[in-house]
């Protein structure tokens, strides 16, 4: 395991990931909002090469633990772009699904401080293999037509069912 840190100004760092967390919001997905989608791949794509890309090579792991500090820790890191839309953006449809995330290439993992990190990779323990899986119930929209359930969306009231999350769980 190595440990590598970045050097960025906290301004350019701070104004990116509020740009980033801006396109997040659930308004921006539901209005399909062309603006938004070019901006969130964009974003993306600039943390990735500030923050990701510079220690990215250097690991030859699958497993990417980040130790992130302050606002960094708003960051998803698993949705950062691993390659610039720029050049698709023109000519293709709004696809969040399809994109480049970091998470499709790599394990995304979080840590609080590097410090309890370390310590918890000298003491491993062997695993208890029980888990722990909830999926939310969308109960509130099952007896909805589906015109109101799309007008509710709009106005970020409600969060339309996962395909295939009970399964998972289950």
């Known amino acids: 395991q190595a440990f590598h840190t970045v050097d960025i100004s ?11 967390r801006d396109n997040l919001r659930v308004k921006a997905f539901v209005n399909f909002d062309r603006n938004s989608y070019k901006q969130f791949t964009t974003t993306g794509y600039k943390l990735f090469k500030k923050l990701v890309e510079p220690v990215y090579n250097k690991t030859k792991e699958r497993d990417i633990i980040f130790v992130p500090d302050g606002r960094m820790g708003y960051i998803p890191f698993e949705l950062l772009l691993t390659e610039s839309m ?30 309890l990190l370390f310590s918890d990779i000298k003491e491993k323990k062997p695993a208890q293999k029980k888990v722990l899986a909830m999926a939310p ?9 589906i015109d109101s359930i799309f ?3 709009q106005g970020g009231e409600i969060l339309l069912p996962i395909p ?7």
Do not use: A
């Open 86 to 115: 720029e050049d698709r953006l023109r000519n293709s449809k709004m696809d969040y699904k399809n994109l480049p995330y970091l998470l499709k290439e790599r394990s995304v993992s979080y840590s609080y401080s590097s410090t």
């Open 151 to 153: 007008t509710y969306r």
């Open 10 to 20: 906290k301004q350019q760092v701070n104004d990116l990931i509020q740009t980033l």
């Open 137 to 145: 119930s969308y109960d509130n929209i099952s007896n909805k037509p």
């Open 164 to 170: 295939g999350v009970g399964k998972e769980v289950k």
